[in-house]
């Protein structure tokens, strides 16, 4: 190889894939040994952190993506694959759309309970009891960024009914000593924080939950939003599929005989202009 087609074979660089004319490997694996041997959920963890899990790894991280693939078109990404449906568009850009809404508030959840089950780690590992780590990061985090804490509370139940059943596959899994069971704690330990601080209840939701078990897996902060994406597109495809199959055109959040609320001004003429 000389130095331009070296050069040229340096411009992108990666330890993801290698590929030529007949040959494809992900991570070093053949793909055709990896057809029939790795499952979907396998295959994340490869491509995100190079080697390939265990089996119950696997099985603990299908369980987390499987969990939160829909909410219904009440979730912005689904009302917006839905609508861009109805604007005539094709699958992949009606999912395009709803994807670009998962952003901080729609989508970000949790990451942001991955960093905050981090950070109370962090201080645990520096000497706190989990009590205090629990309760000085609380106030931190309330002081810092307000009053709501990624992770708990929901808009629409009063218990989320995905998150108990998500802790106990974490609590089966820790107790097989697939994962430790710390973040686990933490989890359940803010949640009574929380209450306390709050005076009622306000349990953990769907994205409290599966970032519990993204940390216990060692996944990033930031994967965990990536990979809450992965989980809702199969929702966000179901429903842009569902919407094409049964028609409408130009639909939008609201039926057309319901009007927004206006809150500018009064009717008012044109100034007259001057010659």
């Known amino acids: 190889m000389n130095d331009v087609e070296k050069q040229m074979s340096d411009w992108w660089r990666t330890d993801i894939i290698e590929m030529e004319p007949g040959m494809i490997r992900y991570r070093g694996y053949a793909i055709e040994e990896l057809i029939g041997n790795v499952s979907f959920a396998q295959m994340i963890w490869l491509m995100t952190r190079g080697e390939l899990p265990a089996r119950e790894q696997a099985e603990l991280l299908d369980v987390a993506l499987m969990s939160a693939v829909d909410h219904g078109p009440q979730a912005p990404s689904i009302a917006v694959a839905r609508m861009a449906a109805t604007c005539g568009i094709g699958l992949n850009s009606a999912m395009a759309s ?92 803010l949640e009574h924080e929380i209450a306390a601080q709050k005076g009622k209840a306000i349990p953990m939701n769907i994205d409290g939950a599966t970032a519990v078990i993204y940390a216990e897996l060692g996944f990033p902060a930031p994967l965990a939003r990536g990979l809450f994406c992965i989980s809702r597109s199969v929702g966000i495809l179901a429903h842009a599929w569902e919407q094409t199959r049964q028609g409408g055109r130009n639909k939008g959040p609201i039926p057309r005989q319901y009007l927004w609320s206006y809150t500018g001004e009064a009717q008012r003429p044109v100034p007259t202009q001057e010659q």
């Open 98 to 189: 709803a994807m670009n809404v998962l952003g901080d508030i729609h989508g970000g959840a949790g990451e942001q309970s991955v960093e905050l089950y981090l950070s109370i780690a962090q201080r645990m590992d520096r000497g706190a009891t989990l009590e205090d780590a629990v309760g000085d990061e609380y106030t931190a985090y309330t002081s810092s960024k307000g009053k709501y804490l990624p992770g708990f509370g929901h808009r629409f139940h009063p218990v989320d009914p995905r998150a108990p059943r998500l802790l106990e596959m974490v609590d089966r899994a820790a107790a097989e000593g697939v994962v430790s069971g710390r973040f686990a704690r933490i989890a359940r330990r």
